[in-house]
């Protein structure tokens, strides 16, 4: 237990207290002010949970600053080269590499889950055919709740181990159904010969009259985006799932909270704009003029940049390699959309404005790309990225469910409307003069 404390001291009374300082394994000191309110009475202010750290966890770890990201104590570039999402899953969620017959056991254990109940496929049809495919996910995953009566007692670990392999499990289904409900396709079923990623794209491409043909570096390039996607600590999603957790609600609708956070633009957005900034720009001989509005401000050159990635996105160095190879594979480096990408990746890497800023093609940058020469339309970006990080909103969902002490998260405010007044009876009111 180490002494390394911080005294608060207000000093509008003269009183003090003093903060243990708590040390993780990596990563910056925490300064515990639990004891705040009851020792000074004060709240701590801090909009949008900036410097606050919302939990203990053991499952991920960033350096922003040093581009480090390590599962469970394992760098990202090792996992992406040597692991499988589905080993990936098994380490996010016990905190281990499996061994051989661990893999095994658990590679059945979720596929034994990875059909849909026949009657949520009656929750598609509800939807308009141009609905986007993140409100069927939203919706459909939350519906979740209202089956599998078998596991929803979340005070059982068993329970609760039950649900998460079934999200785990589902959620490549009910993506791969919410594209082809938009696309006009039949509904397609598992196939559990298949490993995760072979089945989540056959059941996302196939079609009933033709067997589908796998390009294994289409399969690989996937894999490394579901692989470099799984978890990412206490981003925006994950903390609504512990949020909404933290009420005792059922995973299955813990999980749907997630997929409504991520859907907005400043989440799980990104590489959707990124494709649509390569349309606008439409040919590499636009680069150049389309580069100095961004100098002056006009806009931002999107996939650019990281809030926490502040010397080189370590997701991106691994997505790199693997779009080029993937590019080259399809024969789809001259198609106008890549041209563009690659030209542009080449002059921002070049050019002093971004090099000065430290601005670097962040994940999104390529995974955009990836997606699109996988034939995946652009409103299904969102649901590749919820697929992948559904282990990691598990594991988090597991972990905080485990803790002894769990209590329901409740943050406080400073509260800036009007003093306590008295009611006015409508007779005695006047019009505000603006
Ligand atoms: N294009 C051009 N200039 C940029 C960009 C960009 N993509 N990003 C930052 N800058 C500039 C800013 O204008 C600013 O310049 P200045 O110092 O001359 O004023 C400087 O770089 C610092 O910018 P900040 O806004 O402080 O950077 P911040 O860390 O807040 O932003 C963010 C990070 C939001 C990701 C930003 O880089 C951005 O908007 N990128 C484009 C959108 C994008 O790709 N988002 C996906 C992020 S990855 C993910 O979520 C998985």
Redesign the pocket.
Known sequence: MSNHTVTITDNATGKSMICPVKMGTHGHPVIDCQALPKELGMFTFDPAFVTTASCESAITFIDGDKGILLYRGYPIEQLAEQSSFIEVCYLLLYGELPTPPQLEEFTWSVKKYTLLHEGLLGFYRGFRHDAHPMAMLVGIVGALSGYYHDSLDIKDPEHRHRSALRLVAKMPTIAANSYRYIMGRPFSYPRNDLDYVHNFMNMTFSIPSEPYVFNETAIRALEIIMILHADHEQNASTSTVRLAGSSQAHPFSCAAAGIATLWGPA?GG?NE?VIRMLQEIAHPKNIPSYIER?KK?DF????????VYKNYDPRAKIIRESCHRLLTELNAEHLPLFETAMELERIALEDSYFIE?K?YP????YSGIILSALGFPLNMFTVMFAVSRTIGWVAQWMEMMDEPNMRIARPRQLYTGAAQRNYIPMSQRQTLKS
């Open positions: 989440h990104a704009a961004i401000g931002r050159l999107m996939g650019f940049g990281h809030r800023r601005l962040n994940v999104d940058f």
